[in-house]
């Protein structure tokens, strides 16, 4: 693998004057370099010789001619997505999706393997490694124009030095993550949580866009929240920020896996949903779940989302229910930061039909005011790959963001 030559790449691409450029014609789709002198306060030949070096390396292309104000057409400038490409890793609990993309976050590749309970560390690395590796081998881009790993881990991660310090649904502690991956592959390595990186993504690519104060809520086997806040990630002091799963909703609820008792995740994971409808079927309710699940201890939220499907009366009024719950959390939420829109991502999410509603219904019922009660709840644009693309945005913050607007 030609590492010196990723090395340099991104080198290349990442003093302040070149970062202001290719973030403006990647801000405008297309661009002049007469427009860009003009919006970045630099010379034009200033700009000139940058955009002549970006040309070379063809991270940018020339593309058809802008409109003219009389006298010759600009040349407009495009960012060249299939110039290089990034690996984003959604790393657990349930498994480790690995995507590969371009620039524009376009998916080229991925792989995906299943996490078993009881893993250990070392095995959890090596399967995220052989994961990478699977994708990079796949061909469907050279080597040298990989420029870096995007990691999104769920639990608590340290980003500064890109440590899993406990991610709690797997039971593992102080993964070096960042280290072991910079070590096996020699290209940059970003850790974030994957709530986070989700809201991220969602800022870069899908539906947080335009927002300026936004939250992504992670709800799949546990709950966790990116905040962004003026267009940034938000991670508090030591990178806690953001943990809504294991925030009290209900005094007297069920035990959590941290410990305590009736926190948000306890009523609204993947698993909640499965043990509360299990515990209901078990008091004589009728579902069409009996016959799905056999035992009603192997019933998961999938399946009752397959029977809400079908028309299953009992498994739409639980996620009715699980919406109730996610609605009280994302109130407080509201209260606590105001923001304009809240994504809800993950693997729940995937019911959204038959959640969302009562959750914005009770967010309407018990917001304090008018504008509080009409926040904006929509489901993540990226679905699925939400974790990924987020992971993969990651790199783009370090490739594209001066250093005034770095998250
Ligand atoms: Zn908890």
Same mark, same amino acid.
């Given at each position: 693998?030609?590492?010196?030559?990723?090395?340099?790449?991104?080198?290349?691409?990442?003093?302040?004057?070149?970062?202001?450029?290719?973030?403006?014609?990647?801000?405008?789709?297309?661009?002049?370099?007469?427009?860009?002198? %003009?919006?970045?306060?630099?010379?034009?030949?200033?700009?000139?010789?940058? !955009?002549?070096?970006?040309?070379?390396?063809?991270?940018?292309?020339?593309?058809?001619?802008?409109?003219?104000?009389?006298?010759?057409?600009?040349?407009?400038?495009?960012?060249?997505?299939?110039? &290089?490409?990034?690996?984003? @890793?959604? $790393?657990?609990?349930?498994? !480790?999706?690995?995507?590969?993309?371009?620039?524009?976050?376009?998916?080229?590749?991925?792989?995906?393997?299943?996490?078993?309970?009881?893993?250990?560390?070392?095995?959890?690395?090596?399967?995220?490694?052989?994961?990478? %590796?699977?994708?990079?081998?796949?061909?469907?881009?050279?080597?040298?124009?990989?420029?870096?790993?995007?990691?999104?881990?769920?639990?608590?991660?340290?980003?500064?030095?890109?440590?899993?310090?406990? $991610?709690?649904?797997?039971?593992?502690?102080?993964?070096?993550?960042?280290?072991?991956?910079?070590?096996?592959?020699?290209?940059?390595?970003? !850790?974030?949580?994957?709530?986070?990186?989700?809201?991220?993504?969602?800022?870069? &690519?899908?539906?947080?866009?335009?927002?300026?104060?936004?939250?992504?809520?992670? @709800?799949?086997?546990?709950?966790?929240?990116?905040? @962004?806040?003026?267009?940034?990630?938000?991670?508090?002091?030591?990178?806690?920020?953001?943990?809504?799963?294991?925030?009290?909703?209900?005094?007297?609820?069920?035990?959590?896996?941290?410990?305590?008792?009736?926190?948000?995740?306890?009523?609204?994971?993947?698993?909640?949903?499965?043990?509360?409808?299990?515990?209901?079927?078990?008091?004589?309710?009728?579902?069409?779940?009996?016959?799905?699940?056999?035992?009603?201890?192997?019933?998961?939220?999938?399946?009752?989302?397959?029977?809400?499907?079908?028309?299953?009366?009992?498994?739409?009024?639980?996620?009715?229910?699980?919406?109730?719950?996610?609605?009280?959390?994302?109130?407080?939420?509201?209260?606590?930061? *105001?923001?304009?829109?809240?994504?809800?991502?993950?693997?729940?999410?995937? $019911?959204?039909?038959?959640?969302?509603?009562?959750?914005?219904?009770? @967010?309407?019922?018990?917001?304090?005011?008018?504008?509080? %009660?009409?926040?904006?709840?929509?489901?993540? %644009?990226?679905?699925? *790959?939400?974790?990924?693309?987020?992971?993969?945005?990651?790199?783009?913050?370090?490739?594209?963001?001066?250093?005034?607007?770095?998250?």
């Amino acid at each position: 693998m030609n590492t010196k030559y990723m090395a340099g790449s991104f080198k290349l691409m990442k003093s302040l004057n070149r970062s202001l450029i290719l973030n403006t014609i990647r801000e405008h789709g297309q661009i002049s370099r007469a427009e860009i002198a %003009k919006l970045t306060k630099l010379t034009p030949p200033t700009v000139g010789n940058i !955009v002549k070096e970006l040309l070379e390396a063809e991270i940018v292309i020339e593309q058809s001619q802008g409109v003219s104000k009389g006298g010759r057409k600009p040349t407009m400038l495009v960012i060249n997505a299939r110039s &290089f490409f990034m690996i984003g @890793v959604d $790393a657990g609990p349930a498994s !480790v999706h690995v995507i590969m993309t371009d620039l524009n976050a376009d998916i080229v590749q991925m792989h995906e393997v299943p996490l078993k309970p009881g893993i250990t560390e070392a095995d959890f690395l090596n399967l995220m490694i052989s994961g990478i %590796k699977e994708v990079i081998n796949s061909g469907k881009a050279s080597t040298d124009q990989i420029i870096g790993i995007g990691v999104a881990m769920h639990g608590i991660v340290d980003i500064e030095n890109g440590i899993s310090l406990f $991610a709690p649904n797997l039971q593992l502690r102080d993964i070096p993550i960042k280290e072991t991956l910079e070590k096996e592959f020699a290209m940059i390595v970003k !850790v974030e949580n994957d709530a986070r990186a989700m809201a991220l993504g969602e800022t870069w &690519f899908g539906n947080g866009k335009d927002v300026d104060h936004l939250v992504c809520v992670n @709800v799949a086997s546990g709950v966790g929240a990116g905040v @962004v806040i003026n267009g940034k990630l938000f991670h508090g002091e030591h990178d806690l920020a953001g943990e809504i799963g294991h925030m009290c909703i209900d005094l007297n609820g069920p035990r959590c896996t941290c410990g305590n008792y009736g926190c948000l995740q306890t009523h609204v994971s993947g698993p909640a949903i499965a043990d509360r409808a299990a515990r209901d079927l078990s008091l004589g309710k009728e579902s069409i779940l009996r016959d799905m699940a056999g035992n009603l201890n192997e019933l998961t939220g999938e399946m009752l989302h397959e029977a809400a499907q079908k028309g299953d009366r009992f498994s739409i009024e639980q996620f009715e229910l699980t919406g109730r719950y996610l609605g009280i959390g994302l109130i407080n939420l509201i209260h606590l930061l *105001n923001p304009k829109r809240i994504i809800i991502g993950g693997g729940v999410s995937l $019911a959204g039909d038959y959640l969302l509603e009562s959750a914005r219904q009770t @967010v309407k019922t018990r917001a304090l005011t008018e504008s509080a %009660k009409n926040t904006e709840i929509v489901l993540s %644009k990226l679905g699925k *790959n939400a974790a990924a693309i987020g992971a993969v945005s990651l790199i783009l913050v370090e490739l594209f963001s001066t250093k005034a607007n770095q998250s």
